[in-house]
Every structure is written in C-alpha cells, then in structure tokens.
C-alpha cells in the first residue's frame, strides 16, 4: 500500500506537471483520495494558486468541503475568487452560517453579494443574521442553528423532538430550553434527557444556562467558555432571547487566533492571515517592517541618552563595559512581567480593577530579583574591576529590575482600560522603555557613587 508521504511526492508531481490533460486530472483525483484531510489541507494551503485551484477542483465534493472548511477565510476567498464553478456554490451552501459569514468577510462584496443571494431563504436569513454582528463580537461566530426545548415538554417529547431534527442544529450536546418568545429559561445537557424518566418535566429537569450576549466581546467569551468547562454555550440578544449557540470548535477557534495574534505582536510582528509558505513575500514584510520602524525611532531615545552621558563614559570607560548587560535584564524583566499579567488578563485571574495590587505584587518581585542579581553583581565586578563598580553595578541592578517589572505589570492593565490589545504594549515597547529608563538610573547611580 502507498505511504502517505510517497503518495503526498506524486501529488505533487502530478500538480506540477504542464499541461493538464483529463488522463492527468484524474491520477490526481485518485492520488489525493488516499491522502489524508491535514495533508490536503497542506496541499491547498502552500502551493501556488494555481495548483491549489487545481486540487481544489478535483476532489470530490465531501472531500473538497472537509478541506475547504480547514482553511483561514482568507486563503477561502483566493480558491473561491479563483475557481466561481457550481461545486463552489454548492460548498457554500453546505457551511455553517457562521462560516460562511467569515468567508464573505474577505470576499469581494460583489462576489459576496451574488454568493449571498444564491443561498435557499432558511441559510440567507441565518448568514445574513451573523453577518449584523462586529467581527469581534460572539456573534459573528456563534451557529443560529439551534434546537431548542419548550418547559413544558415531557422528556419523553423532548427526546422525541430531538430525534426528528437532530441533523438541522449544529449540536445537540446541550439543548436550551426558552419560552413562546424564545427567552432563555435554562438549558438540558443530552445525557440528562437520556436518564430521565419519560414523564418528567423539561422545566424541572433544566438548570441555569451559562450564556453570553451576542454583542460580548468574542475571547472574553471564548475564555469563560472553557473557564465553566461546557461542551455549547447559549447566545441571547439584549432582551435574553435565544439567537444562537457556541459550540467548542468555535471556541476553540477563536483562542487559536487571539493566541495567534497575541504572540506574534509580542514579538513585533502581525500575524499571518493564511499559511506561511503560500503568503506573498511583501505581505510577510509588511507584517513586520511597521513594527521595525516603531522601535527604530523608539530605540533613538536610548541613543540620545548615551550621548547625554557621553562626558561620563570619557571618565570611565569601563562603564561601557556593562550596558549590554543592563539593557538586557531590565527588557528580559519588563518582558517576563507583562506576559504574565497580559496571560492573567486574558484568562480573567486580574483585571483592571486590581492595578494597585499587581503593581504592589511585581513591586515585590522586582525588589527580591533585583536583590539576588545586585549581589552577584557586586561581588563579581568588585572583584574584577574595584568596589565601586561592583556598588554601582549591584545597586542599578536593583533599581532597574524593580523598576522593569513595575512597568511590565502596569503597561498591560493600562492597555485595557484605553481599550487597546496589552500584547501590543508589551514586549517591544517595555524593551524600548526599559533601555533608556535603565540607563538613565545607570549613569546616575555611576554619577553619585563614583563622584563623576
């Protein structure tokens, strides 16, 4: 039997092999039947368009589904804009609306719009219904596909009424239970419907639903998601009347992406909106050269700084000796401290609220760090280049981490309240900060222990 990575060479071959005849087309559809879903994924994802488009059109349509619905919206809207054949309108039709209102987020809106009117009344009105919602609000990722219960059912209705539409809902896992006017009275989980007796009570059965409003912010809701440990959470509008549910793919989709975004802005950089080997080579350098460019002109503060104290480096040059080492642990400091407070911000542990008390915590986390690395400081230094270069050099330690991780602790809570990402203040900002505040208490401590 082939392998999956020799099967993988030949798909590849077959791919780039011109021109294409019909013998050719379906060698590959065959090749690519023994491939598994991540595999095509790869596929799709990193080969020119071309190629990808190619692929694309000759996999069957559950197959070509499976792997478009891998795909970021982005990389979506290429194969769609590429390909506009029937196969691609009946792929749309058979995502869930809240797929498909993320795809046509990317979509040119003539395009969107023809693909929006091409859906039966039922997926328009859904689509249309998520697409109302902000990007970053629950909605716009929640399934309005729902199956809901009425109080007064028995059990043995209810299981029944599940039976009959459990293909229409996203899940069935946990069902809500509303009112006539849809408003959310609580939800049932499936397995607790199963146990029941026939006779019982859907209202009595039912306990208090864990919900979100459709207009919260999506990772806050995604975070208390996994925080209350569900499987599918309820989605009401302002009056709690039941519009959709969040099911834990979605969930989870959503922290890949904020994690995503999260770490590639705490490395100075944008992240990438579809796989890395198939994205342009200006868009990889437009993700990064903004953020270059901040911390070009921010790093100038840290020239300016030097040349300030230019008079005192001439009178002791061994100073110099020891900047690297200062700028580095005051940024290592300041970096260690933000990403551990903007973690504990995106999981909820701290908000803005508690400031002072992070501020007070990373006060003493500085002072007990600074303490250890300020002896080890002196004693080395006073032994290799005199006692008073080991006394600045222990007590600039102490400041500077104290000093970095008050910052680092403050910045990510001040980003919040302003409504910014804290990720974006965090590392290369206090790296920058950190450096020429560093060096400023560095010179000054120099300035008075050494009588310069």
């Known amino acids: 039997m082939t392998t999956p990575s020799v099967t993988l060479d030949s798909v590849l071959a077959l791919l780039r092999a011109q021109p294409h ?9 065959q090749e690519a039947r023994l491939l598994p879903i991540g595999e095509l994924v790869y596929l799709v994802g990193t080969r020119p368009a ?46 869930d609306p809240d797929d498909r209102a993320l795809l046509f987020d990317e979509l040119p809106a003539s395009i969107a719009e023809r693909l929006l009117h091409g ?8 689509t249309t219904a998520v697409l109302g919602y902000s990007r970053d609000a629950i909605g716009r990722h929640m399934s309005p596909e729902v199956l809901p219960l009425r109080p007064t059912m028995t059990a043995g209705e209810a299981l029944e009424h599940v039976r009959t539409h459990a293909a229409e809902p996203e899940t069935i896992y946990m069902l809500p239970v509303v009112d006539a006017t849809r408003r959310l009275l609580g939800v049932i989980g499936l397995r607790r419907l199963l146990l029941s007796e026939g006779d019982e009570v859907i209202g009595d059965l039912a306990h208090e639903a864990v919900h979100a409003r459709a207009t919260d912010d999506r990772e806050e ?22 519009v959709g549910i969040l099911t834990v793919d979605d969930a989870v989709d959503i922290l890949e992406q904020e994690n995503a975004e999260d770490s590639a802005r705490t490395s100075g950089s944008e992240p990438l909106p579809r796989a890395y080997l198939s994205t342009p080579i200006l868009r990889i350098v437009r993700s990064r050269v903004v953020w270059l460019l901040v911390l070009a002109v921010s790093a100038i503060l840290t020239v300016q700084v030097l040349e300030i104290f230019e008079d005192r480096l001439d009178q002791v040059v061994i100073l110099a000796l020891f900047i690297p080492l200062l700028t580095g642990t005051g940024g290592n400091t300041g970096n260690q401290a933000a990403t551990t407070v903007t973690r504990a911000l995106a999981v909820g542990e701290v908000r803005v609220r508690d400031l002072p008390r ?30 008073p270069i080991g006394l600045v050099m222990g007590t600039t330690l102490l400041a500077v981490c104290t000093m970095a991780a008050i910052v680092g602790g403050l910045m990510p809570i001040v980003a919040k309240k302003v409504g910014a990402d804290p990720a974006v203040f965090s590392n290369p900002f206090i790296s920058t900060f950190c450096d020429a505040t560093g060096l400023i208490i560095y010179f000054t401590i120099a300035t008075a222990v050494l009588g310069l």
């Open 221 to 242: 809701v995604a975070r208390r998601f996994f925080g209350a440990k569900l499987l599918a959470m309820p989605i009401v509008d302002s009056e709690q009347r039941l």
């Open 358 to 387: 992070v501020v007070w915590r990373e006060l003493r986390v500085g002072v007990t760090l600074g303490s250890v690395l300020g002896v080890l400081g002196l004693l080395v230094s006073g032994l290799v280049y005199g006692w």
């Open 119 to 126: 859906l039966d009344a039922d997926e328009r009105a859904m």
């Open 50 to 95: 071309t190629e990808a488009a190619l692929l694309f059109r000759v996999l069957d349509k559950e197959l070509a589904l499976a792997v478009f619905e891998e795909l970021p919206p982005l990389h979506q809207a290429e194969l769609i804009s590429g390909l506009r054949t029937p196969q691609v309108a009946e792929i749309i039709g058979d995502l």
């Open 21 to 29: 005849d019909e013998e050719q087309l379906e060698q590959i559809a």
